[in-house]
Structure formats: C-alpha cells, structure tokens
C-alpha cells in the first residue's frame, strides 16, 4: 500500500512541492495549511508520517507534535525556514524524528521521509538476518519485530530514529560507536545530519529512559562516542 503522508504547512507553493515529490515517489500525500487542520485531518484519518512546518497559524508545528505525541508515536519530520540551533533540538526533543531547514531539495527531502519509514517498519528484511529476536540485557528488553523497548518491565515509547540507535548499541552493547557510525546507521547512510542533531536524539532517549528509572542508559565516551551503558 502506498505510504500516506500528512502535510502541513501554510506556504501554498511548498505544499504543492512536496506534494507532487511524494506522488512521483509513490506516496499518497494529504494537504493541511495551518497546525489546527492538521491536528484534526490527523485525529479523522491517522498518517504514516507527517511533515511539520514549525511556523504556522493557528497552531505551531511544535505544539501540533507535542498534541499528536499525546496519542499517536507517528513519525514526525520539522520544517523550518529559520537555521536555527534552538528550534532544531527543540523539534527532536519533544519527539520529531527529523528535520530540514528551507530552502530543501524535495529530492532530499523524500530520501528522509523513506528513511523514517523504514525504521517505522516492526521488522525489516535486512535486520531480520541480524536480530531474529529480542534482546534481553538485565533490565532493558528490545523486541525488534514488536519494534517496542523496555525498562524493567515498562514500555518506553521511542521515535523511529531512536529506537534505531538504541538497537544498534544493544546489538553491540560493549562497543563505543561514533557519530558518523550512529548517523550511518540511523538514517542509512544516505542522509546527512549534524553531531547535535544525533546528540538530541541520545538525550532524549536518556530522558525517557530516566522517567523509568534508568539513570543513565547510553554513555559517552568523550572524545570517541557513545556505548550502550551497564544496565543495572
């Protein structure tokens, strides 16, 4: 089935651009040109994936995430036409999966929105041939086909990049892996992102570990990277 992806932004032209992108992608694209539309298309007829502007009337697309992330852990992708460090880690603190600053290539753009996809997936063909179960490692449990990670019992709702990165180290969890690793394997290869976005991904995923009760789920190896942490 085709991959349906929300819109939302109240520059027509950019609608009209990355709708056009997803169709020739093959991608079912559905249009809304405020925060408040989006909202409720999203609340009458749930997304794949949703496409955030951040500035936007009626709501922002910082407060359209932080309502879907009420109900929904649907991929979420910012737009923005400000390069600004703040709203960046802002947007993938509050539980955006990626960003990408205007003006974008739409070529660009449908190669992230198919990365978030894919990592969105329960079970792929290739991480099939890695990780045929779950992983049991003292408190923290990942099932890859349920795409679900938890603390000692509790579920801990991560964003499709992050629970990629926490797969990752547990499939090595004695291995320091560096940024550039972390971000190959994340976004396959094919995307780039900066050292901060990668940073915001890690402390997020260490904050919602923490309301668990872990204290401290991945370590930084300064200097280095980042390993899956003793999980006592």
């Known amino acids: 089935m085709n991959k349906h992806i929300l819109i939302a932004d109240d520059d027509p032209h950019i609608r009209d651009v990355i709708s056009f992108a997803l169709e020739k992608a093959g991608m079912q694209p559905t249009l809304a040109e405020d925060g408040r539309q989006a909202l409720d298309l999203f609340r009458a007829q749930a997304a794949d994936l949703i496409v955030l502007d951040i500035n936007m009337p009626e709501l922002d697309g910082l407060e359209v995430c932080r309502e879907v992330r009420k109900f929904s852990d649907v991929p979420i992708l910012f737009l923005s036409s400000r390069d600004d460090e703040i709203d960046r880690i802002l947007g993938l603190e509050i539980g955006g999966d990626d960003y990408v600053t205007k003006p974008f290539s739409p070529r660009e753009l449908v190669a992230r929105i198919n990365v978030i996809l894919k990592r969105s997936q329960q079970l792929t063909p290739s991480s099939a041939a890695i990780t045929p179960g779950e992983l049991r490692l003292s408190k923290l449990t990942i099932q890859p086909q349920q795409h679900t990670a938890s603390w000692q019992g509790q579920n801990v709702t991560l964003t499709a ?25 994340a976004y396959d290869g094919n995307v780039y992102v900066s050292d901060r976005t990668i940073d915001s991904h890690i402390r997020h995923i260490r904050q919602k570990f923490a309301e668990k009760g872990c204290e401290n789920i991945i370590e930084t190896v300064h200097g280095v990277g980042y390993k899956l942490a003793n999980c006592q």
């Open 161 to 185: 990049t992050e629970f990629a990165m926490l797969h990752l180290f547990a499939r090595q969890p004695t291995r320091v892996f560096s940024r550039d690793t972390i971000m190959g394997s």
